[in-house]
């Protein structure tokens, strides 16, 4: 079964510092997509990064970073000098590819707080 | 990418009514997804919606609580019935095409059951 775990509930910080929101899957398949989205007050999914099973490059768009590790099945998120516009809560999420199962595994957010 | 659009974007329903929300995409698209959000939680899948056929329910969720229609690639329904305010919650549209893309989603519709 696949799982998403996403332990840091809320994390406040102050503007221009750096933020990494953390996720950690779980799942038995061989190929698989992780997912970043950012959900902002107003409630719709902003999708930030896809990431497959195969590309272990790390990526940068920009003030956002990705960082892969398939050997700790790690799929962080740093925010280099957060801004308030930052503020939302942040899902990772896992899709599975070996199963034909398409739908995306939710880990439970991650609410950051930037204040000014 | 794909641009989904959802309807109602909220309402407000009295309890034991029911409420039908569209999900239009602008291109033809393989899956559909209907997912549920609760306040102040994570996104659980309730359904695939299969086009031409019956859709396929997570743990959970039944057919007669959460019909879904999905008569075309584009286009799907999904109906909350007999609600109660624990149904109260953000539904969300999902469609996927080709499998190496990311997943598109609606605005939600944000229900509130009184």
């Known amino acids: 079964a696949q799982k998403v775990t996403q332990a840091q509930t809320e994390i406040s910080v102050v503007e221009k510092e750096d933020v990494t929101l953390d996720c950690v899957y779980e799942t038995r398949d061989t190929t698989y997509y992780l997912f970043w989205y950012k959900q902002p007050p107003s409630g719709e999914l902003v999708f930030l990064i896809r990431r497959n099973s195969f590309d272990e490059q790390n990526e940068i768009s920009g003030r956002y970073s990705w960082n892969f590790q398939k050997s700790t099945s790690s799929f962080n998120f740093t925010i280099t000098a957060s801004q308030v516009v930052d503020s939302a809560v942040y899902f990772c999420a896992l899709s599975d590819m070996d199963t034909g199962r398409r739908a995306l595994t939710f880990g439970s957010g991650t609410r950051l707080q930037v204040q000014p | 990418s794909a641009v989904i659009s959802q309807k109602p974007s909220r309402d407000i329903c009295q309890r034991g009514t029911s409420l039908t929300i569209q999900c239009q995409v602008d291109s033809q698209v393989t899956m559909m997804f209907w997912y549920r959000q609760q306040p102040g939680q994570s996104l659980t899948l309730i359904a695939t919606?299969?086009?031409?056929?019956?859709?396929?329910?997570e743990s959970g969720f039944v057919i007669d609580k959460f019909p879904i229609s999905r008569p075309n690639l584009t286009f799907s329904t999904l109906t909350v019935s007999n609600m109660s305010p624990e149904d109260s919650s953000i539904y969300l549209c999902?469609?996927?095409?080709?499998?190496?893309?990311?997943?598109?989603f609606g605005q939600g519709t944000r229900l509130t059951v009184v």
């Open positions: 999902s469609a996927r095409d080709r499998e190496n893309t990311e997943a598109f």
């Open positions: 919606a299969n086009q031409g056929s019956e859709a396929t329910y």
